[in-house]
């Protein structure tokens, strides 16, 4: 801490040392009208890390197709999911109460400040990166809250985050906790969240699917590990759920463009299992910090329909930890380990 004691005379206030603890979600709109939804898909989507096209064609797809008539459609779709207490999306309101609970579980180190913020949308890492060093924080640690890495959501996190350092003259350091794809607590927190979900339902699921979002599957090709980590969730929920590989699947959802993205896709395979027969179906989604657009619309809405429309009867989506006793478990593991010679 600071002694101010020991400054010269006429030496401007200096803030105590703290240490930063900023947690980031991918994003949401500020609304679900026309221009809100196309400012949040315009920055989204413009990301290199989000969409490797050729930059000159990829600006007139994406300004003089995509942009006229996909903020129309996702706002009405926000809209089936919309909190309307807060007038805000429930991953903002979910995302907000998790570093909420995170700096009261922290509060016994004065020296620590918890904040939140949005890849895209608001609000901004810049913005409170920058109230993080206003408040006196000259160590930050940035939590992606992805527990699978990939270079299309927590590389683009860092990416802004460095973005925003880069214009700091006094620039606090900077950790970045690795995802935690295989770490023992998020694992164990999966699985009973997901036997507590089960053994609340009225049927037993035939099958169970654990969908995570895809990417182009040429991003596998260039690199990127998040199938090989998806794959060693998948593979350790099923040791510890005792399922095989016919019980339990892996999918990915939410594909996006002509390109082919990593497969089985989620919703074909939901309408391939009613056709073959299967009645009772259960989704998790272990690749999702806090339920959003694409677990509460994608998953137990429109899949939900797909599974149904092709013969199939019970249908369940298992929600994300959330800010949940299991899912702030899983976020203090991941904080207490990277804050370790800090704190």
Not at 37 to 43: D, G, P, Q, T
Request: glycine residues 4%.
């Amino acid at each position: 801490m600071t002694d101010a004691s020991h400054l010269p005379p006429g030496h401007p206030a200096i803030a105590p040392r703290r240490i930063g603890v900023l947690i980031v979600n991918l994003g949401t709109p500020d609304a679900t009208d026309y221009w809100s939804m196309r400012r949040y898909l315009k920055e989204f989507l413009s990301d290199r890390r989000v969409i490797e096209e050729n930059p000159v064609k990829w600006w007139l797809i994406l300004n003089l197709i995509i942009l006229t008539v996909r903020p129309g459609r996702k706002g009405r779709d926000y809209e089936k999911i919309w909190n309307r207490e807060r007038n805000e999306s429930f991953l903002k309101t979910i995302t907000r109460s998790q570093a909420e609970k995170l700096s009261a579980a922290l509060a016994a180190d004065p020296r620590i400040r918890v904040d939140w913020a949005m890849r895209y949308g608001n609000p901004s890492i810049a913005s409170r990166l920058e109230t993080l060093q206003a408040a006196g924080c000259d160590r930050v640690l940035l939590v992606p809250l992805y527990p699978q890495y990939a270079a299309a959501t927590s590389a683009t996190v860092c990416d802004k985050a460095f973005e925003a350092l880069a214009r700091m003259r006094w620039q606090p350091a900077l950790r970045v906790a690795p995802a935690w794809f295989d770490r023992s607590a998020y694992i164990e927190a999966i699985a009973s969240s997901l036997e507590e979900g089960l053994a609340k339902l009225s049927f037993k699921p035939d099958t169970i699917i654990a969908s995570f979002h895809g990417m182009p599957e040429d991003y596998l090709r260039k690199g990127d590990p998040y199938h090989c980590q998806c794959a060693a969730t998948t593979r350790l929920l099923r040791e510890r759920l005792k399922l095989d590989d016919e019980q339990f699947l892996m999918t990915f959802q939410s594909r996006f463009g002509t390109a082919e993205w990593l497969k089985p896709y989620t919703d074909a395979t939901v309408k391939s299992l009613a056709e073959r027969g299967v009645k009772n179906l259960a989704i998790i989604t272990p690749g999702f910090a806090a339920d959003c657009l694409e677990t509460l619309e994608e998953i137990a809405m429109e899949n939900a329909e797909i599974f149904r429309h092709a013969g199939g009867e019970n249908f369940a989506h298992i929600p994300c930890l959330n800010d949940s006793d299991r899912g702030m478990a899983v976020i203090r593991d991941v904080v207490a380990r990277e804050l370790m010679g800090w704190v």
